[in-house]
């Protein structure tokens, strides 16, 4: 899958993640010098009113939560000819899927160290 040449004005995309609703894209703000993460409705979602309201409620919603560390920072959400995207702050450390692909199985200790900030997260999601 060949990423697009820009979205918004967002450019040097880098395919990181896809799934049946979307595809992640890494990205370069070049207004703030920085990275971010790019999330793309697939085209097929985007004909459709009720993808398109969920989509837009998800980054909503998710605007609404950005205050907590574990809870990733909704920055922009736009449309263009390919559809809606939410602009995200990019980490560049990985996910939890690829630390234990690379680390195996962590210790007790840091799995529940995990688990607790997700934890936090959820919760702070709850309570918006």
Do not use: C
């Not at 939560?65 to 990019?90: A, F, K, S």
């Amino acid at each position: 899958m060949t990423p697009p040449d820009h979205i918004g004005k967002y450019v040097g995309l880098n395919l990181v993640g896809f799934g049946a609703y979307g595809s992640v894209y890494k990205a370069w703000d070049p207004d703030l010098d920085r990275y971010v993460a790019i999330k793309v409705m697939n085209a097929q979602f985007s004909q459709d009113e009720g993808s398109l309201a969920r989509f837009q409620d998800e980054a909503r919603f998710m605007a609404r939560v950005d205050q907590h560390p574990n809870v990733v920072r909704v920055i922009e959400l736009g449309e263009e000819e390919r559809g809606l995207y939410m602009v995200m702050d990019y980490y560049s450390n990985g996910n939890l899927e690829n630390l234990i692909r690379s680390e195996g199985q962590l210790s007790t200790e840091r799995t529940v160290g995990f688990a607790l900030q997700i934890a936090a997260g959820l919760s702070s999601v709850h309570d918006a």
